[in-house]
C-alpha cells in the first residue's frame, strides 16, 4: 500500500463512445491500486454507460474519490495548478478528441485535457472508432504531436482470451502501464510457449 504522500493521483473523464465498460474497469483497477481518482462523466457517457452496462452513474462515481460535473469549469482539475499524474479518457469518442486537438475547452473534459498538455502531464485517449475518417486521423496526430498518447481499445489476441474479461483486463493492464502502474492481472508477451 502507498502512504498518502505518494499515493497517485489520475483524473479519469468518461465520453459516449461505445465501449464504457472500459472506464468501470480502469476505475475498479486505479481503486485497487490505491490510485486517487478524479471523474468527470459526460451527458453521453452517461446514457451509454446506463445502455451497455449494469452500472448506473451514481454507482460509477461511487468508485471514484472525487466527482465533478462536466459543466463544472470552476473545478480543481480544470487549473494548472492542480497536481496530478495525468488524465485517462475511456472511451473517447471523435468529439471530445477533436475538442482537445482544437484546444476547444468548452466543457471539463475538454479543458482539463488542454491543461494536461499545457503542463506537459500524461494524457491518454482510449479512442473508439471505426473505420476512422481523414479527419479522425488528423486529429489523432496533432494530439500525437502535442504529447498526448493516443491508445486505441484494440484486443491482443495473443493472450488467447478466453472470456471477455481476459480482454478488457489486458487493455485495462496496457493502460496503466502507461502511468507506471501494474494491474498485475494479464498475461504479458513471453516469447513464444516452448511444447
Ligand atoms: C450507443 C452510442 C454509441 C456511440 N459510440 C460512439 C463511438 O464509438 N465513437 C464516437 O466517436 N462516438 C460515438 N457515439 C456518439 C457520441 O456519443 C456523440 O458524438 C457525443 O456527442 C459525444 O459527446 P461527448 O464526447 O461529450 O461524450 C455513440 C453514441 C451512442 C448513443
Known sequence: ???????????????GATGSILAVKTLLALRRLNVET???ISKWAAET?????????AQLKGLADFSHSVHD???PIAS????????????????????????????????????MLKERRRLVLVARETPLSEI??????????A?????????????KPATLDDLLDQSVGRLLDLFDL??????RWNGWEKK
Open 182 to 187: 501494474d494491474t498485475q492481472d494479464f498475461s
Open 73 to 75: 469549469m470552476a473545478a
Open 147 to 159: 504529447g498526448a498518447v493516443i491508445f486505441p481499445p484494440v484486443p491482443a489476441w495473443y493472450i
Open 136 to 145: 479522425h486521423l488528423r486529429n489523432m496526430l496533432e494530439l500525437t504531436r
Open 80 to 115: 494548472g495548478s492542480f497536481r496530478c499524474d495525468g488524465m485517462i479518457i475511456v472511451p473517447c469518442s471523435m468529439k471530445t478528441l477533436a475538442a482537445v486537438s482544437m484546444g476547444f475547452g468548452d466543457d471539463l473534459i475538454a479543458r482539463t485535457a488542454d491543461v
Open 38 to 40: 478524479h471523474l468527470i
Open 49 to 57: 454507460l446506463k445502455h451497455e452496462t449494469d452500472y448506473l452513474p
Open 1 to 15: 500500500m502507498t502512504s498518502p504522500a505518494t499515493r497517485k493521483r489520475i483524473i479519469v473523464a468518461i465520453t
